[in-house]
């Protein structure tokens, strides 16, 4: 019982990282709130789910996919909304109205065009059989899910910590301003982080029918208070400290389906507000509260 | 004339007329009700958001907060119904009470917590385990005391006094110390504003508008589910209303809620997926082409509105 909560909670965490992941690096970037996030998520399920029952293509193939499309949309889609809204006198509170506004245009086109009936893919698509882990027993899509997910993370890392434009990327994180003083193309850098974003999220969105059971249009605003958990844990604003929420919030929510399931459900919101309550600025590197 | 005399006149004497004297001549009461709901929530969040500069995302914990109250008033304490509100708007302001650490925090911090505390709130009450004592998920009856005439008015009663406390803050010392913390709380705090004081009070006030209206709410309707009350479409609709037609002001919000709650009842009712589309294409041409509201076009063409 504690190993397998323990184990779950681990590929659930490392599954957890990846969600969050990419709101974390839209807000460290530009410290907007993309409230989107989930529906980006969803429509990365969304184009799985078809692209399986259609072309029979596998899941991780699609991830391919969605990283190349995705990443491609971000790109327009960060110089149609984001300058605009940076010129206004909030933009961080006004960014979650904006991004709101967006989250309902994405799940009213997702009704129209997919109907709102829960979508899944059969688990065997991702590999065969139950996978034995110190002797407790897993399906083998979550383990698919959970490598994939750490492949992810490390790839962020690379670029962000072994790349040039990963290095801009960073500096612009530390002081907008003064990385524009510096020289450095704000807007690309910001625009190509956006992007990244997208294909994270339409990536996380790809394992969701093995992880989260099922797709459906409306699944974005769940999706996004998690996320939200998950990156508040970890570190706003540093992407890699989203590992670390998200492994601590996997492992939570196991042992509460474990031990206490008619609660889990409040999990992610006490998390989140004990988490901003207690350690609201220690690590995120910025201060969040006034007075 | 007085600023506060004027504003008066030029827009809470006519919507409260309009409201009390509408289901006279026409018959969708039901309507008129949600109309009043929404004008009376979206001052409330004028109230916090407009002047205070904190974005209640989850106010709609409030509203549920309001109804549960008065419900559970009715329902275990066999209240009557006007004292039960009481329960209702005090659920509210403990709620809030609970909820003003969260004070501390700023920007989206905010907005996000207090979307988590609204949720969690939801949890709790819709809980099966809690089923003796809120109903759970199977949501409440209260037809003993339906009363829609008698909650209707009320209800008219609560949206007049909220618009009055908009008048009052857009015209005294108090409302311009909470635009002062909107501004800059630093500033706000040297020029002599007790900060924590003035937004606990204003977040009080908030809190308190929304449970007295979700404890009518629930009067009028009188049969709902726990997700009828937390739906977070009351946070969002709220919140949307007020900044279309331009917070920190009385006649924005009222507009807001005028024109896109009716836009809403048009066509939201028949095909929600093309109203959610247009609803989310207005919110973001909004944000990024008029930040400031409807009424801001009237202040750019040097009209001063109420």
Known sequence: MLEYALLAGLVFGLYFSLVGLGLNLVFGVMRIVNLAHGDFLMLGAFGAFWLFNL????????????????????????YLLVPRLQRARDP?????????????????????????????IPGRVLGSGPVHVLGQTFPAAWMVSAAASALAVLGVYFYLYRTRLGYLTRAVMVHREEALATGIDVHRVSAIAFGAGLALAAIAGVFAPFMLGSATPAMG????????????IGSLGNPLGTVLGGILYGVSLMFMQTYFSSWANLLPYLLLILILLVRPSGLLGRQVRRA | MPRVLRHTLLVVVPVTLAAALLPLGYSNQLLLFNFVVFLTLAQGVNVIYGFTGYLPFG??????AGAYGFSLAVIHLHMAPLAALGVGALAAIVLGLLLTPLLRLSGAYFAIANLA??????????????????????GISLSG???????????????????????????SRFGLALQAIREDAVSAAMAGIDVVRARTVAWLLSALVAGLIGGVFAWYVSVFYPDTVFSADFSIFAIVFALFGGVATVSGPVLGVLILYGIYNAIGITTPQYFQLIYGLLIMGLVLFLPNGLVSLFKRWGIDVP
């Not at chain 1, 245009?105 to 979508?119: H, K, W, Y």
């Not at chain 1, 605003?221 to 508040?232: G, K, P, R, T, Y």
């Not at chain 2, 106010?59 to 549920?64: D, L, N, S």
């Open chain 2, 117 to 138: 505390a609204a949720l969690a709130v939801y949890q709790v009450v819709s809980n099966p385990n809690l089923t003796e004592i809120t109903m759970g998920p199977y």
């Open chain 2, 145 to 171: 005391v339906y009363h829609p005439q008698l909650s209707y008015a009320i209800a008219v009663a609560v949206m007049a006094a909220t618009l009055g406390l908009a008048v009052y803050l857009r015209n």
């Open chain 2, 59 to 64: 106010y709609v914990g409030f509203f549920g």
């Open chain 1, 92 to 120: 961080e509170m006004l960014s979650i109205i904006l991004f709101f506004g967006l989250s309902q245009v994405i799940e009213a086109l997702a009704t129209v065009g997919f109907g709102p009936s829960e979508r899944s």
């Open chain 1, 55 to 78: 072309y029979h293509l596998n899941p991780i193939a699609t991830v391919f996919i969605a990283l190349a499309v995705f990443g491609a949309l971000g790109v327009p889609l960060y």
């Open chain 1, 221 to 232: 605003v769940d999706l996004n208070i998690q996320s939200f958990a998950v990156i508040v």
